[in-house]
């Protein structure tokens, strides 16, 4: 393996920076993060739209030969109210009720449900989309902040009997899908052991509570909310443990922080200023993956707690087969998590400047 | 060619450097006995299928191991005989997403310019779309009665994170020393890529491909449990959907009922994810030369 070579000469090429408008443009960070995203949200509306519309037994016409059948309605007629609730028109050609379908989409338009006919799927959404929002968000950040302390611990005591203890406990934990624990505490808490009031805990608030920025209601909504916050926290801060610690053991060996060490600064400021800082970057890229993981899972959760969130909701519609329903809760779940990847990736471009300048990535 | 007393040595190898990583062993061996236990042992135990109205939700005892459910069925017997189609649906995904992973994440890396362009604009876009809300959406239009339809689904749709990784090992393994050295003698494209690239990243290649199995058991056993796939054969995900819809977990006298396929998955995740580290030793190139 004494082979040198030098670089070849396609490695040593000089860019001459020949600047015009458009690669101004590009150059910009955050522009550039937008264009992917807003290119993001096209593709996925423009996909559910051609699945909805295109695939052999299409909701459509499931719907319109289940009014023909059942209420023994005529072809036109059922075409009408089929093209109502999907908020498109169905005797144009094709690529017009696409533009249609996008234009009812930019101004909010989601279709009416199926099932309950009168019932806006926007108003489904605002609904129950906050909880989730709640729920997840407070669950991620709370399991991101263990995890990263953590994380550190178990780097700095390298080998000793805590960091085994705890690297077993984030594998078990990272392992076991995520609805197995909710399970798990349902089965254990609320019915073996009778620690909890399951029951009691389900929907997103009481009913006899006046929803509003008062004591009473937030406490309540905590309470609703804790099973499925502590399940999201208990199945991620596993994976966010182990991912900082492998950050952080990488990040020890780097020579300024051999030089910080040597320049006799505290081991403290040494451990938040010089190594945590620069550990918890990765993490940031990792967030985008996560998000989009334990959004996913709350469908399942929520499920199981019974939590009056938007995953649930998307698990009745599709159980229901409310295709207009499930349509517009799939397109809004995943434009929460693209915007939701938007902003790590806007975070991380500011905690490391070195991004926005394109060295890595 | 390899001769048949290589092969044994070579085997031999592998079973030596397995034991270097001592929780990578235990995973491994758990490995073995749920795979010994789905497809010998279901030969000799039979699946315990008749209704006992007066052995419903019994305790462990030496007749039934596990205890009953709720038609008085032996719960060891749909353990036992459970695991067949999760383990099958895990396998033809995991299969399906680390061959599109690799072979499109080598290129990516290898060949870089707007072939990585292009190929990496796709995998962002499939990447943010969450994952399991777009499988229960499908799940819906398309009928999943098929195990192996199941399994190529799933893997059709979870092959972006690996692809990201399998290229970050492509980009810095195509810095190195042999790789210039290849091409320098010119081995043409194929050969860098199968002799001297693949090889070098097997390891990764592996532990991805068991990661993504957990993946896959984790989302088949999510779709049963929301009722989205009718699988009619009694399996561990199953058994979780029907103690949950019946609503078999609120009763305090069906916990063995409920506890063992959750176990019995969990078990099997945990023990795949910590074989992986055993599974990195046998498939480094280097740590076989070596030894």
Same mark, same amino acid.
Request: net charge positive; hydrophobic share 50%.
């Given at each position: 393996?004494?082979?040198?070579?030098?670089?070849?000469?396609?490695?040593?090429?000089?860019?001459?920076?020949?600047?015009?408008?458009?690669?101004?443009?590009?150059?910009?960070?955050?522009?550039?993060?937008?264009?992917?995203?807003?290119?993001?949200?096209?593709?996925?509306?423009?996909?559910?739209?051609?699945?909805?519309?295109?695939?052999?037994?299409?909701?459509?016409?499931?719907?319109?030969?289940?009014?023909?059948?059942?209420?023994?309605?005529?072809?036109?007629?059922?075409?009408?109210?089929?093209?109502?609730?999907?908020?498109?028109?169905?005797?144009?050609?094709?690529?017009?009720?696409?533009?249609?379908?996008?234009?009812?989409?930019?101004?909010?338009?989601?279709?009416?449900?199926?099932?309950?006919?009168?019932?806006?799927?926007?108003?489904?959404?605002?609904?129950?989309?906050?909880?989730?929002?709640?729920?997840?968000?407070?669950?991620?950040?709370?399991?991101?902040?263990?995890?990263?302390?953590?994380?550190?611990?178990?780097?700095?005591?390298?080998?000793?009997?805590?960091?085994?203890?705890?690297?077993?406990?984030?594998?078990?934990?990272?392992?076991?899908?995520?609805?197995?624990?909710?399970?798990?505490?349902?089965?254990?808490?609320?019915?073996?052991?009778?620690?909890?009031?399951?029951?009691?805990?389900?929907?997103?608030?009481?009913?006899?509570?006046?929803?509003?920025?008062?004591?009473?209601?937030?406490?309540?909504?905590?309470?609703?909310?804790?099973?499925?916050?502590?399940?999201?926290?208990?199945?991620?801060?596993?994976?966010?443990?182990?991912?900082?610690?492998?950050?952080?053991?990488?990040?020890?060996?780097?020579?300024?922080?051999?030089?910080?060490?040597?320049?006799?600064?505290?081991?403290?400021?040494?451990?938040?200023?010089?190594?945590?800082?620069?550990?918890?970057?990765?993490?940031?890229?990792?967030?985008?993956?996560?998000?989009?993981?334990?959004?996913?899972?709350?469908?399942?959760?929520?499920?199981?707690?019974?939590?009056?969130?938007?995953?649930?909701?998307?698990?009745?519609?599709?159980?229901?087969?409310?295709?207009?329903?499930?349509?517009?809760?799939?397109?809004?779940?995943?434009?929460?998590?693209?915007?939701?990847?938007?902003?790590?990736?806007?975070?991380?471009?500011?905690?490391?400047?070195?991004?926005?300048?394109?060295?890595?990535? | 060619?390899?001769?048949?007393?290589?092969?044994?040595?070579?085997?031999?190898?592998?079973?030596?450097?397995?034991?270097?990583?001592?929780?990578?062993?235990?995973?491994?061996?758990?490995?073995?006995?749920?795979?010994?236990?789905?497809?010998?042992?279901?030969?000799?135990?039979?699946?315990?299928?008749?209704?006992?109205?007066?052995?419903?939700?019994?305790?462990?005892?030496?007749?039934?191991?596990?205890?009953?459910?709720?038609?008085?069925?032996?719960?060891?017997?749909?353990?036992?005989?459970?695991?067949?189609?999760?383990?099958?649906?895990?396998?033809?995904?995991?299969?399906?997403?680390?061959?599109?992973?690799?072979?499109?994440?080598?290129?990516?890396?290898?060949?870089?310019?707007?072939?990585?362009?292009?190929?990496?604009?796709?995998?962002?876009?499939?990447?943010?779309?969450?994952?399991?809300?777009?499988?229960?959406?499908?799940?819906?239009?398309?009928?999943?009665?098929?195990?192996?339809?199941?399994?190529?689904?799933?893997?059709?749709?979870?092959?972006?994170?690996?692809?990201?990784?399998?290229?970050?090992?492509?980009?810095?393994?195509?810095?190195?020393?042999?790789?210039?050295?290849?091409?320098?003698?010119?081995?043409?494209?194929?050969?860098? =890529? @199968?002799?001297? %690239? *693949? !090889?070098?990243?097997?390891?990764?290649?592996? &532990?991805?491909?068991? $990661? +993504?199995?957990?993946?896959?058991?984790?989302?088949?056993?999510?779709? =049963? @449990?929301?009722? %989205? *796939? !009718?699988?009619?054969?009694?399996?561990?995900? &199953?058994?979780?959907? $029907? +103690?949950?819809?019946?609503?078999?977990?609120?009763?305090?006298?069906? =916990?063995?009922?409920?506890?063992? !396929?959750?176990?019995?998955?969990?078990?099997?995740?945990?023990?795949?994810?910590?074989?992986?580290?055993?599974?990195?030793?046998?498939?480094?190139?280097?740590?076989?030369?070596?030894?």
């Amino acid at each position: 393996m004494a082979t040198t070579l030098s670089p070849a000469p396609s490695q040593v090429r000089t860019t001459e920076p020949r600047r015009n408008w458009l690669q101004t443009l590009t150059d910009s960070y955050i522009l550039r993060k937008l264009l992917r995203t807003i290119f993001t949200i096209f593709i996925v509306t423009t996909i559910t739209f051609f699945l909805i519309r295109l695939l052999p037994g299409s909701p459509i016409d499931i719907y319109v030969n289940q009014l023909v059948v059942t209420y023994s309605m005529p072809i036109n007629e059922a075409r009408d109210q089929a093209a109502s609730l999907f908020a498109f028109d169905l005797d144009q050609p094709l690529y017009l009720q696409y533009f249609d379908f996008m234009g009812s989409l930019l101004q909010g338009n989601l279709g009416s449900s199926i099932l309950s006919p009168g019932t806006q799927v926007s108003a489904v959404i605002a609904r129950f989309l906050p909880w989730t929002i709640f729920s997840v968000g407070l669950g991620l950040i709370i399991s991101f902040v263990i995890g990263m302390v953590l994380g550190v611990l178990m780097a700095y005591r390298r080998e000793s009997f805590l960091d085994h203890i705890l690297t077993v406990l984030s594998s078990v934990l990272s392992s076991v899908p995520d609805f197995l624990i909710g399970l798990l505490i349902v089965v254990w808490l609320g019915v073996q052991w009778k620690l909890l009031p399951i029951a009691a805990m389900r929907g997103a608030y009481s009913s006899n509570v006046q929803p509003g920025l008062n004591f009473f209601f937030i406490k309540d909504a905590f309470f609703h909310a804790i099973l499925p916050i502590s399940t999201y926290v208990l199945t991620s801060v596993g994976f966010w443990m182990l991912s900082m610690k492998s950050s952080t053991v990488s990040t020890l060996g780097e020579d300024y922080v051999t030089v910080a060490k040597a320049r006799g600064l505290r081991e403290q400021r040494i451990a938040t200023a010089y190594v945590g800082r620069n550990a918890a970057l990765p993490l940031f890229t990792l967030l985008t993956i996560r998000i989009g993981f334990v959004v996913g899972g709350s469908i399942l959760v929520e499920q199981i707690f019974e939590y009056g969130g938007i995953g649930r909701q998307l698990g009745q519609a599709i159980g229901q087969r409310d295709y207009t329903v499930m349509q517009g809760i799939f397109l809004i779940i995943t434009f929460s998590v693209i915007f939701a990847n938007f902003f790590a990736d806007i975070l991380y471009g500011w905690l490391d400047p070195r991004i926005k300048l394109g060295v890595k990535d | 060619m390899e001769t048949v007393q290589d092969g044994f040595k070579a085997i031999w190898k592998s079973l030596k450097l397995l034991t270097y990583n001592k929780v990578g062993f235990i995973g491994f061996l758990f490995v073995l006995g749920v795979i010994l236990m789905t497809y010998v042992g279901s030969n000799f135990v039979e699946l315990d299928t008749k209704t006992k109205v007066d052995k419903i939700y019994m305790k462990p005892s030496a007749e039934f191991w596990l205890g009953t459910d709720h038609q008085g069925r032996d719960i060891l017997s749909q353990i036992v005989h459970g695991g067949k189609d999760v383990i099958y649906v895990a396998f033809i995904a995991a299969l399906l997403s680390t061959t599109i992973a690799v072979a499109f994440g080598t290129l990516s890396g290898f060949v870089g310019g707007w072939v990585d362009n292009l190929i990496m604009a796709i995998t962002d876009v499939i990447l943010t779309i969450p994952q399991f809300p777009l499988l229960a959406v499908l799940a819906a239009f398309i009928s999943l009665s098929s195990l192996t339809f199941l399994g190529l689904l799933l893997g059709l749709l979870s092959w972006p994170s690996l692809l990201r990784s399998i290229r970050a090992q492509a980009l810095s393994l195509k810095q190195r020393d042999f790789i210039e050295a290849a091409r320098a003698l010119d081995l043409g494209i194929w050969h860098i =890529v @199968f002799r001297e %690239l *693949v !090889p070098n990243m097997m390891p990764y290649i592996v &532990v991805s491909f068991t $990661l +993504a199995m957990t993946g896959a058991v984790y989302a088949q056993a999510g779709l =049963v @449990f929301l009722g %989205l *796939v !009718p699988i009619s054969s009694s399996n561990w995900s &199953v058994m979780i959907q $029907l +103690a949950w819809v019946r609503g078999a977990i609120f009763f305090k006298d069906s =916990v063995w009922y409920i506890m063992s !396929p959750i176990i019995a998955i969990a078990l099997l995740q945990l023990s795949l994810i910590t074989m992986t580290r055993s599974l990195e030793l046998i498939f480094n190139p280097r740590l076989r030369a070596s030894e």
